[in-house]
């Protein structure tokens, strides 16, 4: 079954440090998100991507944060200027059609900022 | 604003026991409902989901929810768990109209199953 992958699947950065997480979608996928985990807390949405463009953005994305499709498979989320609030377990999504199919989501990159 | 509402934060069962994890969430449009699960060390994995039709929907591993629209509820329910059955466990909501089908999800439910 195809499967949505991540890497790193652990990276430690200091604060202040930019740091880029990096997803690969399942190939016939259109529309891509990035969600986060803060340990002991709910998972929260932060971008949706669709058609090379940011479609939807929750208010903890920030100017900090930005989303690349820089070859056409990998999808990317950056943090410019990581905080301590910045931990947490960042979940890479796709799906095929918003209207009739379901978001596969990738093991997660665990970021810890120090 | 859309929530999701887990009224079960932590739920200790022995192996056998009958399970049930309440959802609820608050958004009157269309909506399609989905139930994740999160074994320890791993990632998100889709238990079942709920886009139109029968409203009690089966997933993988002997799980099923009922979508009850009245109640606003999609209740996940298992008759026996197993061991096997230990972790987190989310429901998740998107809208039917929205644009980008972001999923709005539920605090998270952990189960411990004693053997």
């Known amino acids: 079954e195809p499967e949505v992958t991540q890497t790193p699947s652990h990276q430690v950065t200091q604060m202040g440090q930019e740091v880029i997480l990096r997803c690969v979608p399942i190939?016939?996928?259109?529309?891509f998100y990035w969600y986060r985990q803060i340990l002991g807390q709910k998972v929260e949405f932060l971008v949706s991507?669709?058609?090379?463009?940011?479609?939807?953005k929750s208010e903890i994305f920030d100017d900090q944060f930005s989303v690349e499709r820089p070859d056409g498979s990998n999808f990317t989320l950056k943090i410019r200027s990581t905080k301590l609030e910045d931990s947490a377990m960042y979940f890479c999504?796709?799906?095929?059609?918003?209207?009739?199919?379901?978001?596969?989501f990738g093991p997660g990159t665990r970021l810890t900022v120090l | 604003a859309q929530s999701v509402s887990q009224h079960n934060h932590h739920v200790i069962l022995s192996e056998a026991a009958s399970l049930e994890l309440g959802c609820n969430y608050s958004?009157?449009?269309?909506?399609?409902l989905f139930w994740y699960v999160q074994y320890p060390g791993q990632h998100l994995q889709l238990l079942l989901k709920?886009?139109?039709?029968?409203?009690l929907v089966k997933g993988i591993k002997g799980f099923e929810a009922e979508f009850i629209k009245s109640k606003f509820s999609f209740n996940l329910r298992k008759p026996s768990v197993q061991w096997s059955d230990t972790a987190e466990y989310f429901c998740?909501?998107?809208?039917?109209?929205?644009?980008?089908?972001?999923?709005?999800f539920g605090q998270g439910t952990t189960l411990q199953v004693k053997p």
């Open positions: 999504a796709s799906f095929e059609d918003r209207l009739i199919s379901t978001q596969y």
């Open positions: 998740a909501v998107n809208r039917g109209s929205s644009n980008t089908g972001k999923l709005i």
């Open positions: 190939s016939n996928h259109l529309y």
């Open positions: 709920y886009f139109s039709g029968d409203p």
């Open positions: 958004y009157g449009g269309t909506v399609n």
């Open positions: 991507f669709y058609n090379n463009e940011i479609s939807e």
